[in-house]
């Protein structure tokens, strides 16, 4: 039952993307996603979809494994997964936990324990370990702040900005 | 539990040294090898390949421990032109390294909280204490300031306050215990990290990951999870892409825990204390032998020995 | 003094004044039966007074910075290096140098050798005096020295080679102070008090023996715990403590025979004729037991590099500092005593017991300091960590010197005719 309703989920949400928004050129997606999920100590990224699919050559499974109806490639996955088809849902944040260490997740995934499974990396490092693998090996930017800025909260905690530590630029002695 | 057996031991062995604990000794000791650490103790996975030296966990790290401003902005990259080691200010730092594959490597460094660690074995009025979550632990209140635990820390990791007239303690990470760590929450470095160079977890469970991602990815690692065994095995154990003493890891640290090498001095302990003094006082009756006679003979005079 | 000697006057030794019933008073005892002014002149007269002088000038303000502004203060705050001089010399250098008491204390009590008798307390002293300011030493180095007694009563870690340390230091203390009560008993005219210690004296020895036996090893295995840390050739897990207790005791008996040379030398009116006429017997007797200790210590150092199979370090530069230790500390010692113990030569005995204690001060040296992380940098101690160790060690001299000068330690006690 469950199955059948995300299906049906997924359909309708198909379907109100291809009303709502231009159909971009490979397929249906958005053209901008707003990622916000982790905005505390920087902005929400505003993820310019289109370029990407662009910068990608079309080719979905560049960022999105398998979700997409191309055939899976990581090695850890397909094993099991090469004949699996397309997955129910497209947004990273469907499969890669938020909360990828904290004690409610843990548990969840020592409850149902494979080896393939325990180490699927939280959402904010499928972010930043694929774009920027990408990012290095095409030479685009890959400083913290290249992709977002950062907020009063984040200065405050690198102690940057104005809340950078006063009296210049004497080193401290590593304990000699 | 076996390591409190063998604790015992020593206590015994080294405070009173009765003959009863001399006995016990053997399978004790025998048994304190196979300690492994707790069962569901937690620890850090950290993987080299991974990192890109962003410093956010030093930030992280500053603000969680409320450590005083630092000298220069974490997100200057300036620091890597040093190798900085762990301070008074600074729980964990992050230094750049050179290697022999085309690109640099950054590590991260900070207390590895190990199985048995030596900062605990040799401190002498218990100021360390390895929690059953993986955390080393360290009470300032007791702490007399010998900094034989910094003598003894094969990674060089505690720091002292010098600074403080008053009450300088020993400064080093405490994997957030108090904050975190007890609570089931992973320390503010792991948060922060962006890319999961740090993955906590169950330090059992990291091992096996580490090791399948070895495997899954043989030509990106060496094949060595350094911390697994090193001296007795750690909390925080590391994955590279270059041999470990590229990215500054001592490699010869051997796989026993340090209180081992310590061993072989402890059990001769009890031993001096119960057998020195038949033995002296037996020195002293043959060596006197005829003194004595002849002080028989006269009356006890005086009770000069 | 010696002055004030050779024009007449005779160093207090008995409790009455002369031929009269007249006591000493406390007073007189403490200024040497002289009167305040002859005792200051004295003193002035005294150019090694003007040294410790300038000493105590400079290093006496440092001392008291060191506990007004911290140990940042006075030493580089090393992480690295967490001990410096103040252990490495003042611990490590100081205790062994000071385990004649226990040595001699056998060699009289427990072993009967009643002809070692007019240089044992001086033994003894020698170990209390080195030990209390191995405590001093300590409590300078110490973050938090007013929690001294935590590991005694407050909180315990009895597994640590530390606790041992602490315990049998803290002990051992207490027993050289009884040890030396008789002659403490003596001056101040405590006859009932002598007796109560004597008639425990063997207790006390072997106490003795067995806490000098223990943390003379526990200094030597608290390297163990740094078995990364120290050079190869310094360290060795089963054999570390052997070699510290082992050279502790050619350590002791050489320092004996250097202290009581400087007595000789530097307070003769002080030393009686039993000390005097036995000293010269009594060097080549310590030299013997040093040089069988030196022998034994020499063939463990060899074992140990065996056992280890550490031989491919001698080729090193650190290999030829090792060799060189050994040379000079140990296989020159061995052949000079030997030399010395064959021909009768008390003076050249005494030579060699200055070069072994050096000898044993830069091996000790070595593996606190020197060579302890030989991997890293070497670290070269802050100057006022300098200044201050000299000062308490020049504080030491002077406690040693006040005590010689009064309690018969180099003299016999007249005892009084009706007591």
Not at chain 2, 52 to 73: F, Y
Not at chain 3, 284 to 306: E, H
């Amino acid at each position: 039952m469950i199955q059948k309703n995300k299906y049906l989920i997924g359909v309708i949400a198909l379907l109100a993307l291809a009303l709502f928004t231009v159909p971009c050129l490979a397929m249906e997606g958005p053209d901008s996603i707003e990622l916000d999920s982790l905005a505390e100590l920087y902005e929400p990224v505003q993820f310019d979809h289109i370029m990407h699919v662009e910068a990608a050559g079309d080719d979905c499974s560049v960022c999105h494994h398998h979700t997409t109806g191309t055939p899976v490639q990581d090695e850890n996955c397909i094993g099991c997964h090469a004949n699996s088809g397309e997955a129910d849902e497209v947004a990273c944040s469907a499969c890669h936990p938020a909360n990828r260490f904290q004690a409610d997740y843990l548990n969840k995934i020592d409850e149902n324990y494979r080896l393939n499974h325990v180490d699927k990396v939280g959402l904010k490092a499928a972010y930043h370990i694929k774009c920027m693998g990408c990012h290095e090996e095409n030479d685009a930017p890959t400083g913290c702040q290249d992709c977002h800025t950062r907020t009063e909260a984040g200065d405050k905690m690198f102690r940057s900005g104005k809340y950078a530590p006063k009296g210049g630029n004497k080193s401290r002695k590593s304990g000699h | 539990m076996k390591v409190f057996n063998r604790r015992n031991f020593l206590k015994g062995g080294v405070a009173g040294g009765a003959a009863a604990t001399l006995l016990s000794k053997s399978k004790d000791a025998g048994a304190a090898k196979s300690f492994g650490g707790y069962p569901n103790s937690m620890g850090v996975l950290v993987d080299l390949t991974r990192c890109v030296g962003c410093r956010s966990c030093e930030a992280a790290c500053n603000k969680e421990q409320g450590l005083p401003a630092p000298d220069l902005p974490f997100d200057d990259t300036s620091v890597f032109e040093e190798k900085r080691r762990t301070s008074e200010g600074a729980y964990t730092v992050v230094n750049k390294y050179d290697t022999s594959k085309d690109h640099p490597l950054f590590r991260k460094i900070q207390c590895n909280h190990c199985n048995e660690p030596a900062c605990l074995t040799s401190c002498f009025v218990n100021a360390y204490k390895k929690t059953p979550e993986g955390a080393v632990t360290y009470d300032p209140t007791v702490c007399v300031g010998c900094r034989t635990c910094m003598v003894a820390c094969p990674f060089y990791v505690p720091a002292y306050s010098y600074s403080s007239v008053i009450n300088p303690v020993v400064k080093k990470c405490v994997f957030c215990y108090d904050t975190r760590l007890k609570f089931g929450r992973p320390p503010a470095c792991v948060e922060s990290c962006p890319k999961e160079v740090l993955s906590f977890g169950k330090r059992k469970d990291l091992i096996k990951i580490a090791h399948q991602r070895i495997r899954s990815k043989p030509d990106l690692y060496v094949n060595h999870v350094y911390g697994e065994k090193e001296v007795g095995g750690t909390s925080w154990m590391y994955l590279s892409s270059v041999p470990f003493d590229e990215v500054g890891f001592d490699t010869h640290l051997g796989n026993q825990p340090i209180i081992s090498y310590v061993k072989e001095f402890l059990t001769i302990v009890p031993m001096v204390l119960t057998i020195w003094p038949a033995l002296f006082a037996g020195f002293h009756l043959l060596a006197n032998r005829k003194d004595s006679k002849k002080n028989e003979k006269q009356s006890i005079t005086n009770g000069e020995g | 003094m010696r002055t004030l000697a050779a024009n007449g006057k005779t160093p207090i030794n008995t409790l009455e004044k002369g031929d009269s019933k007249l006591m000493w008073t406390v007073k007189e005892k403490l200024l040497l039966g002289m009167t305040t002014q002859e005792y200051m002149a004295q003193a002035v007269r005294n150019p090694f007074n003007w040294l410790l002088a300038v000493i105590f000038a400079v290093g006496l303000p440092i001392i008291i910075g060191r506990f007004a502004f911290g140990l940042g203060y006075v030493t580089h705050s090393s992480y690295d290096y967490p001990w410096g001089l103040f252990l490495g010399w003042g611990l490590f250098v100081m205790v062994p140098l000071s385990a004649s008491g226990f040595m001699l204390g056998t060699t009289v009590e427990v072993f009967g050798r009643k002809d070692f008798k007019p240089i044992e307390r001086l033994a003894l002293l020698n170990g209390l005096l080195g030990y209390f300011f191995a405590v001093v030493f300590l409590q300078v180095d110490l973050g938090q020295p007013w929690r001294l007694i935590y590991p005694m009563f407050v909180s315990l870690g009895p597994a640590a080679v530390l606790f041992l340390v602490a315990w049998h230091v803290a002990t051992y203390l207490s027993v050289q102070v009884a040890e030396l009560v008789p002659a403490f008993a003596e001056w101040m005219g405590m006859p009932k008090l002598k007796k109560f210690i004597k008639s425990m004296i063997i207790g006390l020895t072997i106490a003795g023996i067995i806490l000098s036996t223990l943390h003379q090893g526990a200094l030597g295995a608290l390297f163990t715990y740094a078995p990364g840390k120290v050079h190869p050739l310094w360290f060795s897990a089963p054999f570390l403590w052997f070699h510290f207790f082992t050279s502790s005791i050619f350590a002791g008996l050489c320092m004996l025979i250097v202290v009581s040379t400087i007595c000789k030398k530097s307070m003769a009116w002080r030393c009686d004729a039993n000390f005097t006429d036995n000293l010269d017997r009594l060097t080549l007797g310590l030299a013997k037991g040093a040089t069988l200790a030196l022998i034994t210590y020499l063939v463990i150092k060899i074992i140990a590099v065996a056992h280890d199979s550490d031989w491919h370090y001698l080729a090193t530069g650190w290999g030829q500092w090792f060799m060189l230790e050994m040379l000079i500390g140990v296989i020159l010692p061995i052949i000079l005593f030997t030399y010395s113990i064959r021909n009768n030569l008390a003076g050249l005995a005494r030579f060699t017991a200055l070069i072994t204690v050096l000898g044993i001060a830069l091996n000790r040296l070595n593996t606190a300091l020197i060579t302890f992380n030989w991997k890293l940098y070497q670290e070269i101690p802050h100057w006022r960590e300098v200044v201050i160790v000299i000062t308490i060690y020049a504080l030491y001299i002077v406690t040693y010197r006040f005590i010689l000068y009064r309690l018969p330690i180099l003299y016999s006690w007249k005892e009084s005719k009706d007591v």
